[in-house]
């Protein structure tokens, strides 16, 4: 892979990783649909930053 899709990859999983793992330390502050909304969003910032990265590691 090229340099740029790693980068891609490196942000999105810390931005990922970080939102999950907030709601998950604050979920006695939020309500558990909250909590569980922002682990989907979370997840889904991995996926797409991991597609991101294989579209530009391909191109």
Avoid: H
Avoid at 14 to 27: E, Q, V, Y
């Amino acid at each position: 892979m090229k340099g740029g899709a790693w980068l891609v990859l490196a942000v999105s999983a810390l931005m990922g990783l970080g939102l999950t793992i907030g709601a998950i330390a604050s979920r006695r502050q939020m309500s558990t649909a909250v909590v569980v909304v922002l682990c989907l969003v979370g997840i889904g910032i991995v996926l797409v930053g991991a597609v991101l990265s294989i579209g530009i590691g391909v191109l």
